[in-house]
């Protein structure tokens, strides 16, 4: 399952930030994985697991976060002579991100394995693939405290993401319901121990009591974050949990844009390089994080989902409309958009877009939810 079909399309305008998806992520094709299961779609979901398994390494762990099609090592290169349509320079083609240190790559591929657990009934598969999650969820044992790149794959500095220690937590939580079910009982016990051990870590270091919100790291200089929603949507805590909740409020408030010339939000003769306050509601839409240039429809769909999980689903449904409403004729979805042009920006059309907007839908109108309890 690729990322996405294009390379290199800029993701922000004026920016640098012009990135080759056209691989086969684990954190990606197990969102699509999961949104296939969700939809009924089981055989292409295993599929994805079958090929994933088969590039696992003999210590649990995956050695890149991304593969080609062939199971190879994107390498990354620069072409000078190309650029953007607004002049957004470097173009790229392969990922670094490969050798990336991402530690959510287990228990996104232990949580994905239990969900198709739970949608088909099979817990053959399971069975005779637990060598393969047994190590995973070992490695998971030794990884969760690791600094990383994170979710969102910042090359320039390593740090303890909420996100990937919450994928930690919810992949052992995953990993030990399989073990309850195989008979397993030690590894069960084990690793639903160290769940919750990560999960306190979580809430204990990454909220800031004196912002009152969950942020991206340990950091309480760091950003708030979008991602931090896992802590909900992977059944960590409750959607109605107050410090959530607070989190929410924050992410909520409008971004204050600096004053710039014409009628546009940006220009990319004047590149807009992030907000100056306020917390993550851009003209409607929802961005990663502080000082992000446009929304992205990920965390905008994310915020839906979350808004279900809470009972607000008037505003989940406000946040799907924004969403269907800037997308293509065709109704198709780059990376980040911009709901005042329904402008594209990023590869497009993204996988991740297209299976979030998916899970809110079935999840808005009545399909029934897995619950890691």
Request: charged share 20%; aromatic share 12%; hydrophobic share 40%.
């Amino acid at each position: 399952i690729l990322a996405a079909p294009t390379a290199s399309f800029p993701a922000i305008p004026g920016g640098g930030d012009n990135w080759d998806y056209r691989y086969a992520w684990l954190r990606d094709g197990y969102f699509i994985a999961r949104c296939l299961d969700a939809a009924g779609l089981h055989g292409e979901s295993r599929r994805f697991y079958d090929f994933v398994l088969a590039h696992q390494g003999p210590d649990g762990r995956w050695r890149q976060t991304l593969y080609t099609v062939d199971g190879g090592n994107p390498r990354e290169s620069v072409i000078d002579d190309l650029a953007g349509p607004g002049g957004e320079r470097p173009v790229r083609f392969g990922n670094a991100a490969s050798e990336q240190v991402q530690i959510d790559s287990e228990g996104s591929i232990l949580h994905g394995l239990w969900y198709h657990w739970q949608v088909t009934g099979d817990l053959d598969y399971v069975r005779e693939r637990w060598s393969a999650v047994s190590q995973a969820a070992e490695a998971v044992m030794q990884t969760w405290r690791s600094k990383e790149n994170g979710i969102w794959e910042i090359r320039e500095r390593l740090d303890h993401w909420v996100y990937g220690k919450a994928l930690c937590a919810a992949g052992l939580k995953a990993a030990a319901a399989m073990a309850g079910a195989l008979g397993q009982g030690a590894d069960a016990s084990r690793w639903a121990s160290e769940s919750e051990r990560i999960l306190a870590d979580v809430l204990q270091n990454g909220w800031a009591e004196e912002r009152q919100t969950f942020l991206q790291t340990y950091d309480d200089r760091s950003p708030i974050d979008i991602s931090v929603l896992a802590l909900s949507l992977w059944d960590l805590i409750p959607a109605d949990d107050p410090r959530l909740a607070a989190t929410v409020r924050a992410m909520e408030e409008p971004v204050h844009l600096p004053e710039l010339p014409g009628d546009r939000p940006y220009s990319t003769d004047t590149p807009y390089w992030g907000r100056r306050a306020g917390g993550l509601n851009m003209w409607g839409g929802m961005a990663r994080y502080d000082y992000a240039s446009v929304p992205f429809y990920l965390p905008t769909l994310w915020l839906a989902r979350h808004y279900l999980r809470a009972g607000h689903s008037d505003r989940a449904l406000a946040l799907i409309r924004l969403c269907l409403g800037s997308a293509t004729g065709l109704g198709l979805m780059a990376e980040h958009f911009d709901p005042t042009t329904s402008g594209q920006w990023g590869n497009f059309p993204q996988g991740f877009s297209h299976e979030e907007m998916a899970l809110a839908l079935l999840e808005r109108f009545g399909h029934p939810r897995h619950t890691l309890k």
